[in-house]
Antibody, heavy 123, light 107 residues
Framework: EVQLVESGGDLSQPGGSLRLSCAAS????????MSWVRQAPGKGLEWVSS????????HYADSVKGRFTISRDNSNNTLYLKMSSLRAEDTALYFC????????????????WGLGAPVTVSS | DIQMTQSPSTLSASVGDRVTITCRAN??????VAWYQHKPGKAPKLLIY???TLESGVPSRFSGSETGTEFALTISSLQPDDIATYYC?????????FGQGTKVEVK
């Protein structure tokens, strides 16, 4: 059974940093691109970042480019999101999501999601 | 960026009703559209991808269609378990973008 479990969500002051983790199980992690998608309170879904199965290709939304870094550890089946220079508008529930396409061809939509990690940015 | 304008934002219908949610892209895109169902406190669930293809295990009352730059999700007979918020997503061009969501309620 595919499982994605996010952790690391917390309260941070503006300008602070946090690192989110997503522990994956039930599939061959390195075969799948992975993404982070967020949902601000009362708002819809917003794609944040994606990384290929090998980790060699990454993409970011303009709203986080230069501040967030996506990475993965295929030996430990874990996806990460390092968030720096946090702003109030980064407050959201952050979901980890799997791309169903097997490497080397991602599909660019998401077939499994976690429950999310809450991030609050406030002084 | 490709914008997906989703409507309506809220929909109230009776059990057994046929319900349609639409997303309009602000430019021509290929048939790279997915639909998700999201219930509070749960993980979003993939319903349909590539406009028409039903994800495994999803009830056949859900279907997808397209007409030009407008994409639609139809529930042929609304069930109580369908109460949720629904989102479209385009994956034609980065950045991937979602519609604003449609909250479906039962009358």
């Amino acid at each position: 059974e595919v499982q994605l479990v996010e952790s690391g969500g917390d309260l941070s002051q503006p300008g602070g940093s946090l690192r989110l983790s997503c522990a994956a199980s039930g599939f061959t992690f390195s075969n799948h691109a992975m993404s982070w998608v967020r949902q601000a309170p009362g708002k819809g879904l917003e794609w944040v970042s994606s990384i290929s199965g090998s980790g060699g290709s990454v993409h970011y939304a303009d709203s986080v480019k230069g501040r967030f870094t996506i990475s993965r550890d295929n030996s430990n089946n874990t996806l990460y999101l390092k968030m720096s220079s946090l702003r109030a508008e980064d407050t959201a529930l952050y979901f980890c999501a799997r791309d169903p396409g097997a490497a080397p061809q991602p599909r660019y939509f998401f077939d499994y999601w976690g429950l999310g990690a809450p991030v609050t940015v406030s002084s | 960026d490709i914008q997906m304008t989703q409507s309506p934002s809220t929909l109230s219908a009776s059990v057994g009703d046929r319900v349609t949610i639409t997303c309009r892209a602000n430019q021509k895109i290929s048939s790279w559209v997915a639909w998700y169902q999201h219930k509070p406190g749960k993980a979003p669930k993939l319903l349909i991808y590539d406009v028409y293809t039903l994800e495994s295990g999803v009830p056949s009352r859900f279907s997808g269609s397209e007409t030009g730059t407008e994409f639609a999700l139809t529930i042929s007979s609304l069930q109580p378990d369908d109460i949720a918020t629904y989102y479209c997503q385009q994956y034609d061009t980065y950045p991937w973008t979602f519609g604003q969501g449609t909250k479906v309620e039962v009358k």
